[in-house]
Nanobody, 127 residues
Framework: QVQLVESEGGLVQPGGSLRLSCAAS????????MAWFRQAPGKEREFVAA????????AYANFAKGRFTMSRDNAKNTAYLQMHSLKLEDTAVYYC????????????????????WGQGTQVTVSS
């Protein structure tokens, strides 16, 4: 049984930083593409970042480039999302996702290609 557990999010001031983690179990972690998506109230779920099994190939949404960094530690079965320079518009529920398919970069941005999801963690950016 696949289980993805995100770390607790939190309340951060604009310009602040936050690191999310996603602990995976029930999968051969180092063969999965891992990703982060987010969903703000009244909006569709959107792609944030993704990383291939080897940690060397990553993809980012335009809004995340230069501010967010996704990484993974296959020895710990954990993926991370380091977020800097947070903005009010980054407020959302952040979801960790896993896919056992070999995805191209464009395919990584589509939530339909991910079959396993965490429960989500709230990130609120507010002064």
């Amino acid at each position: 049984q696949v289980q993805l557990v995100e770390s607790e999010g939190g309340l951060v001031q604009p310009g602040g930083s936050l690191r999310l983690s996603c602990a995976a179990s029930g999968i051969i972690f180092n063969s999965y593409v891992m990703a982060w998506f987010r969903q703000a109230p009244g909006k569709e779920r959107e792609f944030v970042a993704a990383i291939r099994w080897n940690g060397e190939n990553t993809a980012y949404a335009n809004f995340a480039k230069g501010r967010f960094t996704m990484s993974r530690d296959n020895a710990k079965n954990t993926a991370y999302l380091q977020m800097h320079s947070l903005k009010l518009e980054d407020t959302a529920v952040y979801y960790c996702a896993a896919s056992h398919y070999s995805l191209t970069i464009p395919e990584m941005t589509n939530p339909r290609n991910f079959g396993s999801w965490g429960q989500g963690t709230q990130v609120t950016v507010s002064s």
